[in-house]
């Protein structure tokens, strides 16, 4: 136990990585604060702005600064461009992108000195993936983001990191909102590429695995403008350094897209 205890703030703290989180800091001693749809302290969508602005406002209100904000909130949408309703694609963004800006937004003025924003992204904003393409676009933009507030607050003592984890053992593909709605462009691949199966679930890294190791980032001193979870995703990395785009896009497609043949 910590004998100066913390004020961490996760958004997305009731479930798989926000939670694992939520546990670990609280073991350690540090003050936690959950916002998230069923958010022990803070229950809401962080998709309402209005909402999540009052919400820090309080947080400073009760508990004085933050040391370290962590954002997972998040969720995944899957199905073919063509065929998803245009709502359930803006609500994609509207939770994991505009959720996650405005947690940073509102959170920054409350900042203590060296302070940490660690901002959840996902290996998926690195290696692009059919049929997944908004919620790939949303962790991309999230990434992207990232490394655009660690330039704008490299000038004061708020450290800023993005991390992208792969697959991981939680319900997150479980409660990914799938859509299986195909026509004759694609078949059966809209299923096959993105329904879950024994062979990829046994792939993940556990939970416990990806917690341990986003934790430890968090405890750096100095943080570097990304970290990437998983051993094979740091392996693909390396990998997409030294080959074109259209040879990687080439691989993520044949590994990725499923058909009948």
């Known amino acids: 136990m910590r004998i100066e205890?913390?004020?961490?703030?996760?958004?997305?703290g009731s479930s798989g990585l926000g939670l694992g989180l939520k546990?670990?800091?609280?073991?350690?001693?540090?003050?936690?604060?959950?916002?998230?749809?069923?958010?022990?302290?803070?229950?809401l969508d962080v998709s309402d702005h209005e909402k999540l602005k009052s919400v820090?406002?309080?947080?400073?209100?009760?508990y004085g600064g933050i040391d370290i904000l962590i954002t997972c909130a998040g969720y995944g949408i899957s199905g073919a461009i063509e065929l998803l309703d245009e709502e359930a694609t803006k609500k994609q963004f509207d939770v994991n992108f505009f959720g996650t800006a405005n947690a940073c937004k509102y959170a920054i003025p409350m900042?203590?000195?060296?302070?940490?924003?660690?901002?959840?992204?996902?290996a998926t904003a690195l290696?692009?993936?059919?049929?997944?393409?908004?919620?790939?676009?949303?962790?991309?933009?999230?990434?992207?983001?990232?490394?655009?507030?660690?330039?704008?607050?490299?000038?004061?003592?708020?450290q800023v990191t993005s991390i992208c984890p792969g697959d991981v053992k939680t319900n997150f593909s479980k409660n990914r909102v799938k859509?299986?709605?195909?026509?004759?462009?694609?078949?059966?691949?809209i299923r096959l590429s993105t329904e879950p199966t024994e062979k990829t679930e046994n792939r993940r890294m556990s939970p416990e695995y990806a917690v341990k190791k986003i934790y430890k980032v968090c405890e750096k001193k100095h943080l570097k403008a990304r970290y990437i979870i998983g051993k094979q995703y740091h392996i693909f990395n390396a990998f997409r350094k030294v080959v074109t785009d259209e040879t990687m896009t080439k691989i993520l497609t044949k590994v990725f897209y499923k058909t009948d043949d």
């Open 5 to 12: 205890k913390r004020t961490i703030v996760i958004t997305g």
């Open 23 to 43: 546990n670990i800091f609280k073991e350690k001693g540090d003050i936690v604060i959950d916002i998230s749809l069923s958010g022990s302290d803070y229950s």
């Open 56 to 62: 820090f406002e309080e947080i400073y209100k009760n």
């Open 111 to 122: 900042m203590k000195k060296d302070g940490k924003i660690v901002i959840v992204s996902s």
């Open 127 to 158: 290696f692009p993936l059919p049929f997944k393409a908004y919620y790939c676009a949303s962790k991309s933009a999230v990434d992207s983001f990232a490394h655009s507030l660690r330039m704008e607050l490299s000038r004061v003592p708020i």
């Open 179 to 189: 859509n299986y709605d195909t026509n004759e462009r694609y078949g059966n691949s």
